[in-house]
């Protein structure tokens, strides 16, 4: 079985421009999340979807922020535009059910730099 | 608010035991998870307390004690494959379940 899968594993970008990163989450799964780190930060909660509909986007950090999930199976993450202190790690999590055991399954992130 | 304390820096020689441990402050409390993060890998699931005690897969073991605020992960036969970091995490009061808050991890360094 395929675990979540995340691409770009790695973006570079000048600041001001647009990155777009995406998530297939594991097949079946209807939870998805978003999480980023910051260098030498926490791992830090951004949003949550159930299907396609949002269930908590209490992480989002501003409106520069965009994440969507059509139909309910992959997602996307639009940072548009972007700016230097939007750098770090964004993890995409998946879990089959609402996280009651606490066990979610990550990718491997996709890392962004912006200059 | 929630916070997370764990220590930064943890080294351990092969074969030995090793405790992570994680004191939380929160208002409401709905377990603790335990994480595990290669260096560039994905973070992966360890365990999960809800209830005081001690929880043991295999090699790794965590305890809760709700009254202290506190947990541990316990890695006992250390193996070089064992050097991550390690984190622990609460669920956010007033997320939803699945919105964790992570503390900044404990990097375990296991010399041979």
């Known amino acids: 079985e395929a675990g979540v899968t995340q691409f770009p594993s790695h973006s570079v970008i000048e600041k001001g421009q647009t990155v777009t990163l995406r998530c297939d989450p594991i097949?079946?799964?209807?939870?998805l999340y978003w999480y980023r780190r910051v260098m030498g930060k926490e791992i830090k909660f951004l949003l949550h979807?159930?299907?396609?509909?949002?269930?908590?986007e209490s992480g989002m950090p501003n409106n520069r922020f965009l994440a969507e999930r059509t139909g309910g199976t992959y997602s996307t993450l639009k940072v548009q535009p972007a700016e230097l202190e939007d750098s770090g790690v964004y993890f995409c999590?998946?879990?089959?059910?609402?996280?009651?055991?606490?066990?979610?399954?990550f990718g491997e992130g996709s890392r962004l730099t912006v200059l | 608010g929630q916070s997370l304390e764990q220590p930064s820096e943890v080294t351990a020689v092969e074969g030995a035991i090793v405790q992570i441990n994680c004191t939380y402050q929160t208002s409401g409390f709905y377990g603790l998870s335990w994480y595990q993060q290669h260096d560039g890998g994905a973070p992966t699931f360890l365990s999960y307390?809800?209830?005081?005690g001690l929880e043991e897969t295999g090699r790794f073991s965590s305890f809760l004690s709700r009254s202290d605020s506190y947990g541990y992960l316990l890695l006992q036969e250390l193996q070089m494959k064992d050097s991550a970091s390690y984190f622990c995490?609460?669920?956010?009061?007033?997320?939803?379940?699945?919105?964790?808050?992570f503390g900044k991890g404990t990097k375990l360094s296991v010399k041979p």
């Open positions: 979807f159930v299907k396609e509909s949002k269930q908590d």
């Open positions: 097949s079946g799964h209807d939870n």
């Open positions: 995490a609460v669920r956010a009061v007033g997320g939803s379940q699945g919105n964790l808050i």
């Open positions: 999590a998946s879990s089959q059910d609402r996280g009651n055991t606490g066990e979610l399954f």
């Open positions: 307390n809800a209830l005081d």
